[in-house]
């Protein structure tokens, strides 16, 4: 692992216990029947334990969407063009996609990333409307070697932490992951597979919506590219080199830089959360500064939030991506943040307690 | 029923089905695999059905929080004395409680109506600061007798029409039902069971929390109103009048009042559901104009919402009612009609479609 990263890495710390109980004795306190407020008063908690205050504020919102090409392409796994990732990223750019349309509603800044799509970005870059961490143009195809290199996959995770270095230097209180790559639910189903042990076949999905025969398209590539490659579950970063794609760690460096900073990151959908298993395999504490936005429709991220333990605010059958469910849940962790910021107690509302 | 209610009820129709089927062409054309924003599209298909129009706004929002007493409480129906009803009003006057707080994340009004609570909030009134359609001081105890009397009940359904009436004159775009009463979880199980032919102690749940004793009391209270009064499920004001609620029959107002104005309504928990079978009963092309905020996790939440055929939006282990659910499920709303009003086209965007 190169330095910097093995750094972060090491740096990353549990949430704080003190204020996670504080907070809850304090939530307890509040004029509504115990516990009445849900999965609120969880996060609340959450956010008090991350930040270390009972005043937690998340008004400041960013949604990082990664972008990315897959040279597994080429064996018929999707159902859309790559053509489309650049003409997505430009649909970002001009403001028409979900994610500029979710974010807007949920007052949050999108920011685009350039991680390696497969085209030339420079001009969005020169305009200052996304930002180049570009590492190839595309992954190479891992069904037939490693989707790139050590080197890559290090330089991928290290995007993402030092974004969010940026971010939280602009003073950044609550970040959102998002993904953009065609192709990209092949790796993303392929990190599962390797960390979970689940059969290949097991985890994997019609993604944009394939057809029966490029579903088995699809599964034979990543049951090739596991083959192939052999992936060491034990190492994150091989992992990432030999079946992951760009976008995904920069994902999963976003989700380390935000545990280091200690800043709550709301986990988009099935690619985002393949990168929240890399996070969590290179630093289990990263974990407690998750919050799974969605169970999305794609058919293996419902094992992911299971194998990390996390319980998701919303289950309204997406399957976007983009950060799409992550940005319609920055409201509701807003709301949480504000139900400890702001309401009163049984005490100064000069309400009666239970009787019973 | 009187003639105001009469009309109301007559007038309410289904939302347009050709407006339906043009926002679900429409929506087929947006830049994403098709289906993909899953429940956003099938809420901005209804917002173009209820509004009749591709650009649905909802941005002029207001959560209307009906409070009443119950008389039923003198059987140990609740955990909470019955002075927290008019303590809580204070408190959401006041804006400590969490229904302020969830407005204010939202972008809503909160208006808070005295439907008949057991204290004198005369001065709140005076000060504009809750709007007065008191009926009585409490409903009388159901257990001995009907709650109300059916020019009562029909009165609470009116106001509840009426106050739609104004806020529509006044731009009201997107309306949430809420509710406080100490005791109310009791009328809105004795409404599921008279609806639904489900037993008693099927539909009971704990409310805010009481012991398994006080649970007895509540189960014996409402087999007692039902036996003693015997409403008759085929009219549902009589159903409201024996075993309501002053601020049930409010909230069922309300949703007839939003039906009859086109204009969708969030419905929030067990007691704003409780008021929602009372209208489909009146008029059943009202749960048209229904969204279903969330399932709560007073017990027989999740038969009520079964039995409207609705699916609710959020799910977070919510029991608190005030339109706290209503008010966290807005930003839902409010993103779906961003989604048809504000995304691209496959073609507008410049993206290519899926070629598999």
Same mark, same amino acid.
């Given at each position: 692992?190169?330095?910097?990263?093995?750094?972060?890495?090491?740096?990353?710390?549990?949430?704080?216990?003190?204020?996670?109980?504080?907070?809850?004795?304090?939530?307890?306190?509040?004029?509504?029947?115990? !516990?009445?407020? !849900?999965?609120?008063?969880?996060?609340?908690?959450?956010?008090?334990?991350?930040?270390?205050?009972?005043?937690?504020?998340?008004?400041?919102?960013?949604?990082?969407?990664?972008?990315?090409?897959?040279?597994?392409?080429?064996?018929?796994?999707?159902?859309?063009?790559?053509?489309?990732?650049?003409?997505? /990223?430009?649909?970002?750019?001009?403001?028409?996609?979900?994610?500029?349309?979710?974010?807007?509603?949920?007052?949050?800044?999108?920011?685009?990333?350039?991680?390696?799509?497969?085209?030339?970005?420079?001009?969005?870059?020169?305009?200052?409307?996304?930002?180049?961490?570009?590492? *190839?143009?595309?992954?190479?195809?891992?069904?037939?070697?490693?989707?790139?290199?050590?080197?890559?996959?290090?330089?991928?995770?290290?995007?993402?932490?030092?974004?969010?270095?940026?971010?939280?230097?602009?003073? /950044?209180?609550?970040? *959102?992951? !998002?993904?953009?790559?065609?192709?990209?639910?092949?790796?993303?189903?392929?990190?599962?597979?390797?960390?979970?042990?689940?059969? /290949?076949?097991?985890?994997?999905?019609?993604?944009?919506?394939?057809?029966?025969?490029?579903?088995?398209?699809?599964?034979?590539?990543?049951?090739?590219?596991?083959?192939?490659?052999?992936?060491?579950?034990?190492?994150?970063?091989?992992?990432?080199?030999?079946?992951?794609?760009?976008?995904?760690?920069?994902?999963?460096?976003?989700?380390?830089?935000?545990?280091?900073?200690?800043?709550?990151?709301?986990?988009?959908?099935?690619?985002?959360?393949?990168?929240?298993?890399?996070?969590?395999?290179?630093?289990?504490?990263?974990?407690?500064?998750?919050?799974?936005?969605?169970?999305?429709?794609?058919?293996?991220?419902?094992?992911?939030?299971?194998?990390?333990?996390?319980?998701?605010?919303?289950?309204?059958?997406?399957?976007?991506?983009?950060?799409?469910?992550?940005?319609?849940?920055?409201?509701?962790?807003?709301?949480?943040?504000?139900?400890?910021?702001?309401?009163?107690?049984?005490?100064? *509302?000069?309400?009666?307690?239970?009787?019973?």
């Amino acid at each position: 692992m190169s330095s910097e990263l093995y750094k972060v890495v090491a740096d990353i710390k549990p949430v704080s216990r003190e204020w996670s109980v504080k907070a809850r004795d304090y939530l307890n306190q509040l004029a509504i029947p115990r !516990g009445s407020l !849900g999965e609120l008063l969880v996060l609340a908690e959450q956010l008090s334990g991350i930040k270390e205050t009972l005043k937690p504020s998340v008004k400041s919102k960013v949604v990082v969407t990664m972008a990315g090409d897959h040279g597994v392409v080429s064996e018929g796994v999707s159902a859309f063009p790559q053509e489309v990732t650049p003409q997505m /990223v430009n649909n970002f750019v001009r403001g028409g996609a979900a994610i500029n349309v979710l974010s807007a509603v949920a007052g949050s800044r999108v920011v685009v990333v350039d991680m390696g799509v497969a085209a030339d970005l420079g001009a969005l870059v020169r305009e200052g409307k996304i930002l180049s961490y570009r590492i *190839a143009p595309g992954t190479r195809n891992m069904a037939r070697g490693p989707a790139m290199t050590r080197e890559q996959a290090e330089r991928a995770l290290e995007s993402g932490i030092e974004i969010v270095g940026s971010l939280v230097r602009d003073g /950044v209180e609550l970040l *959102a992951t !998002g993904d953009m790559g065609i192709g990209n639910t092949t790796p993303s189903s392929a990190i599962l597979a390797v960390f979970s042990g689940r059969p /290949v076949r097991e985890v994997t999905g019609r993604g944009t919506g394939i057809s029966d025969e490029a579903l088995e398209n699809k599964i034979r590539a990543i049951e090739k590219a596991i083959d192939t490659n052999r992936p060491d579950a034990g190492d994150p970063v091989d992992v990432l080199a030999k079946v992951g794609g760009f976008e995904i760690g920069g994902i999963a460096g976003l989700i380390l830089g935000a545990a280091y900073h200690r800043v709550p990151v709301l986990v988009d959908g099935f690619i985002s959360t393949a990168g929240a298993l890399l996070a969590r395999a290179l630093a289990p504490d990263s974990v407690e500064y998750m919050i799974a936005a969605h169970c999305s429709m794609e058919y293996g991220h419902k094992f992911m939030l299971e194998d990390l333990g996390l319980n998701p605010l919303l289950n309204l059958s997406l399957r976007l991506g983009e950060g799409t469910g992550a940005a319609l849940a920055m409201n509701i962790v807003e709301s949480a943040a504000q139900v400890i910021c702001e309401m009163l107690t049984f005490e100064a *509302a000069g309400v009666n307690g239970p009787e019973v």
